[in-house]
């Protein structure tokens, strides 16, 4: 037991915990990336909304409500991990207070790229993810997205109190190394 200004506090009560890192941005803005070798070096377990809509999803709306489900679980437990979406759309606001629930402390990063960056990387992408709703062309699906991710930084994001949220812009030449330094510095 530590004494003094400390009084009646354990050692177990000083130790940081680890928190749950959530990283946001558009199609293209190297969430994934980040997000897989955040959990790698870390340890802490990684999910996102991608990687459930492969597992659980089946193209349909029923699918995808089943997606959503799964993933609001993984946010409501109470364990630290690296979680990554969009950040926008019906589901942030289910999002965050899932968060909230799990009591694990949030870190939000918005990964914010050139929009030019960001459509001619999410171009080159292969891997097929199966999405109920179709997507309008990448040049204007990706300004789209960001700007809902606008929205919802200003509205859901930086405004909740127990998130220690950032927003993480780079100059869209950065390394893979420098972007994953600059976030890892944040964590």
């Known amino acids: 037991m530590i004494t003094g200004f400390f009084r009646n506090i354990s050692p177990e009560d000083l130790k940081i915990k680890p928190p749950k890192i959530l990283l946001i941005g558009t199609l293209g803005s190297g969430k994934t990336t980040i997000a897989q070798r955040l959990a790698r070096d ?3 377990p990684y999910e996102s909304i991608d990687d459930c809509r492969i597992r659980y999803g089946d193209g349909s709306v029923e699918g995808e409500a089943l997606v959503w489900e799964k993933f609001l679980a993984i946010c409501r437990e109470p364990v ?3 979680l990554e979406f969009s950040g926008m759309g019906p589901h942030a606001e289910d999002v965050r207070e899932n968060l909230l629930c799990s009591g694990i402390p949030v870190s939000v990063i918005w990964l914010v790229l050139p929009l030019e960056t960001c ?3 999410a171009m080159q992408r292969t891997k097929k993810i199966p999405y109920p709703f179709p997507w ?3 040049e204007d699906s ?3 997205i960001h700007d809902e991710i606008e929205f919802s930084w200003e509205y859901i994001w930086s405004r909740e109190s127990q998130f220690h949220a950032t927003r993480q812009e780079f100059s869209g030449t950065d390394s893979g190394d420098e972007m ?6 944040i964590c």
């Open 136 to 138: 309008a062309p990448l």
């Open 42 to 44: 870390t340890g802490l």
């Open 80 to 82: 630290p991990g690296i």
């Open 180 to 185: 994953y330094a600059a976030v890892r510095w």
């Open 142 to 144: 990706v300004p789209f």
């Open 119 to 121: 459509i001619t990387r």
